[in-house]
């Protein structure tokens, strides 16, 4: 059995860790983006499953993707894949995943924010740029999106190149790419943080907390639906 | 080339933008059409970030203007570094285009004289 | 004219209407301004405000659709359009119809569902309001508009990014006492400004506006029922009158303004709003302004004149529009975090002011309020309306 688990178990390469960085958002709220432990994936996917249930703007196709990446990751099914959280105070506020395709190339998956209204989406995915670019040390992400909105936002925000020759993980269509030069150039306006995080919040967020389901829907959806007595 | 016309008022020579059925100062209504061009002083602008679908830029720069003859108008600011009380010159090119229609307007350029 | 009375008021949650159309989000809250008003008269006029119908929901003739949903026949119906200031243009009619004496009751709601778009097309949407060849086509929206009339005012009376902020930060913090608030979030000086993530946390939208400085895109509704005198003593409910109201226009394309930094149509309406009622800016106890863009809250309370020219900045500094302060504005959330179903706006603000001035503003209740204020600000202030509304006995 340890030999087919051999087979079927793709080689680990050690991927240099991502350094934890806090954020203060618009709410003065302190966020701290660090990498997540394999063994915390289990505590990630009920609030991932939950989120496959809300069709907006593709929330359902997300989840479910990211779903099985992450717990691809934990039953050694998928190559170099990483993780970054946000949590607030430990409470998870959003993921984003992706992995390192080769030393010089890396490949973004999914970004998922469960507190919406605060930009955590967009700090998230920065940080996981940074994690290829600065971290990694590779000359290019390639990136795709499910959602046309997500999708867009991004091509524009950062001017993503197009790669037509390479089809993505993610379904096969034509791959974007950010390029460290690219990058460099967004970098002030798109990149932000402090390091080292102060120890109190280094303690706080030892341990991820998830977000209650009917919470975590209600944050996400903001339906006005809510307000019928 | 598309032009961007001012309306010049045929009872009093007053100049307005954009068109009006009354001349606001003495009230006919008949207009000859004369090119909104020159030069221009920068009176107000911004870079806007959120733009519509007809739009790929990042930002554009979005100015008002008032020309020498006194008239104001609003265009595309080709600067990079836009200043108040700045001189600008005007020039009319492609301002959007939504499919397959392309709309022309007001550019405006640091002026060299 | 005869004297006009709101006797019911309601609203729903602004925010996300999901698989609500817009007709569903018009009924709730007319529903619920029907069953607070409980009477026992017909309902003989429908004024439906609304923009985005025909645009954004493939509807028309909404003001009729809104009578056969709420099985109103025969009464009479419109909609009425008037961009962002749609709302107290419903509200302005409906007080005509009954005042004049052509019916005794009037059902004004104002709703909006524009989430079923993009924030691009949203965005689109909204700037068809601009001068078609002059400013439209340019790429001019609705902030871009906001951000070159804040550049020059801000530069000619000293205003700063943290006065701009000032309004976010009081009104986000009004919004935690409403619950029907499409934002329920505090936000902070330091997150939105000082510290080096505002780069992110607060983007420009148009300089000098960031994100936080313009109010987020919503769907909702808000509805109030208008009757005569007799009615509304028969009803046994708090007499609130609409008091005096005030309509005036200016030019279309902003750069034809006589001056860049005025908003000469607020004054105006405001004016004409307080001729009507017999009262003055010094005699308001709450009010309501519309802060689309958080230098629009500053630059009204002047031309409204509840402040002198240039010192609204100052007043809000020394916390006077605040919910304990001298004159508070905006205790709802304003447009900044209530939200702004555009169609729906103008009406959501007469329904605060009513329930300020019955007593049923629930956590938001200011002490004994008798007279309040409303601005609803059309286009970029080419069509603005304003109301003033008094308690009775």
Redesign the interface.
């Known amino acids: 059995m340890a030999q087919l688990e051999e087979i079927l178990r793709p080689p680990e390469k050690d991927l240099p860790p991502y350094p934890a960085k806090c954020?203060?958002?618009?709410?003065?709220?302190k966020m701290v983006i660090r990498q997540a432990r394999r063994d915390e994936v289990p505590i990630l996917l009920p609030d991932v499953a939950a989120l496959t249930k809300v069709e907006?703007d593709y929330y359902d196709i997300v989840a479910a993707r990211a779903y099985a990446e992450l717990l691809g990751w934990l039953r050694y099914r998928v190559r170099d894949e990483y993780c970054l959280v946000g949590l607030i105070d430990g409470v998870l506020c959003g993921l984003v995943n992706g992995r390192s395709l080769s030393a010089k190339v890396g490949v973004s998956f999914h970004t998922i924010a469960m507190r919406r209204?605060?930009?955590v989406g967009?700090?998230l995915f920065?940080a996981k740029m940074e994690y290829h670019i600065e971290h990694l040390n590779q000359q290019e992400v390639y990136i795709v999106a499910e959602s046309?909105?997500g999708f867009?936002r991004w091509m524009?925000?950062y001017?993503l190149e197009k790669r037509p020759q390479v089809h993505h993980e993610l379904g096969g269509v034509m791959s974007w790419s950010l390029t460290r030069d690219l990058y460099f150039e967004s970098r002030?306006?798109?990149v932000?943080?402090e390091r080292p995080v102060p120890q109190d919040l280094v303690e706080k967020a030892k341990t991820i907390l998830p977000v209650p389901e009917d919470q975590l829907i209600k944050q996400v959806?903001?339906?006005?639906?809510?307000?019928?007595s | 080339m598309a032009e961007v016309n001012a309306y010049v008022c045929k009872g009093c020579g007053a100049v307005a933008y954009p068109e009006h059925r009354c001349c606001r100062a003495c009230g006919k209504t008949r207009f000859d059409l004369v090119p909104l061009e020159g030069k221009a002083t920068l009176l107000t602008f911004t870079r806007v970030y959120n733009l519509s679908l007809a739009f790929e830029e990042r930002y554009i720069t979005l100015g008002i203007v008032e020309f020498e003859s006194g008239v104001r108008a609003l265009g595309r600011l080709a600067v990079d570094e836009p200043e108040i009380g700045m001189k600008l010159s005007s020039h009319v090119a492609p301002v959007r285009t939504e499919g397959y229609e392309t709309y022309e307007g007001l550019w405006f350029s640091r002026s060299s004289g | 004219m005869r004297d006009v009375y709101i006797i019911g008021a309601g609203m729903t949650k602004f925010g996300r209407a999901g698989d609500w159309t817009l007709i569903d989000v018009l009924e709730y809250a007319a529903a619920q301004a029907l069953k607070d008003a409980d009477l026992k008269d017909d309902i003989e006029s429908v004024f439906v405000a609304n923009m985005g119908a025909g645009l954004l929901n493939h509807l028309s003739g909404v003001g009729s659709a809104m009578v056969d949903r709420l099985c109103l026949w025969p009464a009479t119906a419109e909609t009425v359009e008037n961009g962002p200031a749609s709302g107290g243009s419903a509200v302005k009619v409906g007080t005509m119809a009954v005042g004049s004496g052509a019916v005794d009751t009037a059902l004004v709601i104002g709703g909006e569902v524009m989430r079923s778009v993009t924030g691009w097309e949203a965005t689109d949407f909204v700037a068809t309001l601009s001068h078609p060849e002059a400013e439209y086509i340019y790429g001019v929206t609705l902030p871009s508009l906001a951000g070159m009339f804040a550049r020059l005012y801000m530069d000619k009376y000293g205003i700063t990014p943290e006065h701009l902020a000032m309004v976010a930060i009081k009104n986000h913090q009004n919004a935690m006492k409403n619950p029907n608030a499409h934002i329920q979030q505090t936000v902070s000086m330091e997150g939105l400004l000082h510290r080096p993530e505002a780069v992110v946390n607060n983007p420009y939208v148009a300089e000098p506006l960031r994100m936080f400085d313009c109010c987020p895109v919503s769907d909702g509704a808000a509805a109030v029922i208008l009757c005569t005198k007799e009615i509304a003593e028969k009803s046994g409910k708090p007499m609130v009158r609409v008091a005096g109201f005030g309509q005036a226009t200016d030019t279309h394309a902003v750069h034809e303004r006589k001056d860049p930094t005025e908003l000469t149509a607020v004054r105006l309406a405001a004016e004409r709003a307080f001729g009507m009622a017999g009262r003055k800016p010094a005699d308001v106890d709450v009010a309501e302004l519309h802060d689309a863009f958080t230098i629009l809250e500053i630059a009204e309370s002047e031309e409204a004149g509840f402040f002198d020219k240039g010192t609204g900045h100052i007043a809000l500094e020394n916390g006077e529009t605040r919910p304990d302060g001298r004159l508070p504005i905006n205790v709802s959330g304003g447009l900044k975090a209530r939200g702004h179903p555009v169609g729906a706006t103008g009406v959501a603000q007469v329904v605060e002011i009513a329930w300020q001035l019955a007593g049923k503003a629930g956590e938001r209740q200011l002490d004994d309020p008798r007279v309040g204020f409303t601005c609803n600000f059309g286009g970029f202030g080419n069509n603005v309306l304003c109301f003033v509304f008094e308690r009775e006995g």
């Open positions: 954020i203060v958002l618009a709410s003065g709220e907006r209204g605060l930009r967009a700090h920065a046309p909105i867009r524009i925000e001017g002030d306006r798109l932000v943080g959806t903001g339906r006005i639906r809510q307000a019928e």
